[in-house]
């Protein structure tokens, strides 16, 4: 199951909204199956950041960087604790 942190609601103008939804643990499409749940169409969707690593100096689609050793470990810690579940 999903586990959801935070959810906040923003208006663009009178046709458009946006929902910022931090999730601990998500799934493939999982806000997209979320929100189509409760009649919702999502129109677009930016991951922000992935597994404590942020993705905001990343200019646009297809835009990569290297690691740096402390982001190593970070991926390092968290594909060890999804082993040892």
């Known amino acids: 199951p999903c586990k959801v942190k935070a959810v906040q609601l923003s208006t663009l103008d009178l046709s ?12 493939n499409r999982q806000i997209r199956k979320m929100l189509e ?9 930016h991951r922000k ?11 646009g689609e297809g835009d990569w960087a290297h690691l740096t050793n402390g982001e190593m470990e970070i991926v390092r810690e968290v594909l060890d604790r999804a082993e040892q579940e």
């Open 16 to 27: 458009s909204r946006y929902l910022e939804i931090t999730l601990v643990e998500g799934r």
């Open 37 to 45: 749940a409760i009649g919702y169409r999502v129109m677009e969707l």
């Open 49 to 59: 950041s992935f597994m404590n690593l942020t993705l905001e100096n990343l200019e």
